[in-house]
C-alpha cells in the first residue's frame, strides 16, 4: 500500500512538507517501504488517509534514501510515526515512556484516525504535548 502515499524523497522535501502545511496535522511515516511492519502500518495509514484528510496530511519517508533525520529523530525502530503541525514537532504520551513517536505499528484503523484527531485537537490548542486516547503502556502482555 506504499505506493499509494505520497513519499518524500529527500531531506528538503520532508522540511517542505512540514513548513508548508499550516491547518492539518503532519504525519510522517519513518521506516522502509519494504518492511512488514512498515506495509502493515502502510495499509492503516493508507485506510484512513481518506477520512482524515480535512484536518491531517500522510507522508512516508525511506530512511535510507533520506537519513538526514535518523540522528535527530533517533529513528533505530523499523516504523516509526511523527506527529508536526505548523513547523513543531508535536509529542503524544502513549503510555510507553517515550513521548516523541510511535515506533510499532498500528494494526486498527480507528484508533489511527483517534490517534491523529487527538493530535489535531491538541495542536489547535497550542499544546506539544498530547495524551492518547488509549493506553499503550500494557501493550506487550509478558
Known sequence: ??????HLTNGWQVDQAILSEEDRVVVVRFGHDWD???MQMDEVLFGV?????NFAVIYL?????VPDFNKMYELYDPVTVMFFFR??????????GNNNKIN??????????????TVYRGARKGRGLV???KDYSTKYKY
Open 1 to 6: 500500500m506504499s505506493y499509494l502515499l505520497p
Open 36 to 38: 512488514p511492519d512498515c
Open 49 to 53: 488517509a481518506e477520512k482524515v484528510k
Open 61 to 65: 519517508v525511506d530512511i535510507k534514501q
Open 87 to 96: 513547523n513543531k514537532h508535536i509529542m503524544i504520551d502513549l503510555g510507553t
Open 104 to 117: 510499532w505499528p498500528l494494526t486498527d484503523k480507528q484508533e489511527a484516525i483517534d490517534i491523529i484527531e
Open 131 to 133: 495524551v492518547s486516547p
